[in-house]
């Protein structure tokens, strides 16, 4: 997916490297679903935690929303399952149990930004963080074509401005990003970053295969039903990661 402006941005990007990372750790990764950590931004992870930054995730969504109508497979089921799966590929990842946060959002059903407990999703950000105080902060590029990718985009924006003490660079991962025809020529960003994580290849591929919700048929009878499709999955064979530094 997206050939042709990964390699263009590859051409563009400065190297992440691992002074680069210390800089701007501790790192903070906002993922919408289970799985997104891998597919956006698995070498990072991998990355950090072999040269010991300690990198913290917090996922937006419970993930229930990939499989809707099935008897066998009620919400609370997947969504407990999919965080399983997701605390078994942070810890392929090199990431502890006590490093992860779940938000618990609906999935496909973003907290709108006035509402009340969308302040309250904010606060509890915060809290969590507050013991780590984050030095950069990492979730899906804001043009991505899913509402939950967006809405942890701009949760993201909203938790940099609520910090008064230190203001975290942005960073942007691409995961449904990749299939913009146009990408490489309208991102919009400050810097173009590329991660040298070849070395990690099977560990992301070990990591997505964790996600056995998404990744084969196990659920039969649902009425919808997603499943990650090959050119998605091949994200994790790059050997460059590349990340988008937003403008301040």
């Known amino acids: 997916m997206g050939e042709p402006a990964w390699a263009a941005l590859v051409n563009q990007a400065f190297n992440l490297d691992a002074t680069v990372l ?26 950090a935690s072999k040269l010991g930054l300690k990198p ?30 997701a605390l078994a590929a942070l810890e392929v990842l090199g990431v502890p ?18 509402d009340t407990a969308y302040a309250a999703s904010l606060r509890e950000l915060r809290d969590w963080s507050d013991g780590f105080k984050p030095w950069s902060v990492w979730a899906p590029w804001l043009e ?26 942005k960073m942007e991962y691409l995961v449904w990003g990749w299939a913009d025809p146009d990408l490489a ?3 919009g960003a400050k810097g173009v970053w590329g991660l040298m994580c070849g070395g990690e290849i099977t ?36 050997p460059v990661e590349i990340f988008l530094e937003c403008r301040r």
Not at 27 to 45: K, W
Not at 59 to 70: E, I, Q
Request: one cysteine or more; a negative charge.
């Open 203 to 238: 560990r992301r591929r070990k990591a997505l295969a964790c996600h056995e919700t998404q990744m084969t048929p196990m659920i039969q009878d649902a009425a919808e039903a997603f499943q990650v499709p090959p050119d998605l999955a091949a994200l994790t064979d790059r």
């Open 144 to 169: 991505e074509r899913h509402c939950d990718h967006v809405a942890a985009n701009l949760l993201a924006s909203d938790y940099i401005a609520s910090i008064d003490t230190r203001e975290p660079v």
């Open 56 to 85: 913290r995730v917090a996922y937006l969504t419970d993930g229930a929303g990939s499989h809707t109508g099935s008897p066998t497979w009620p919400p609370k089921r997947l969504a407990r399952v999919r965080r399983q799966e």
């Open 185 to 187: 020529h309208r991102h």
């Open 97 to 114: 149990p006590e490093d992860v946060h779940f938000m618990g959002w609906p999935d496909g059903a973003p907290i709108p930004r006035e």
């Open 22 to 47: 210390d800089g701007l750790s501790p790192l903070l990764i906002l993922a919408p679903h289970p799985d997104d950590e891998t597919l956006g931004c698995g070498g990072l992870i991998a990355t």
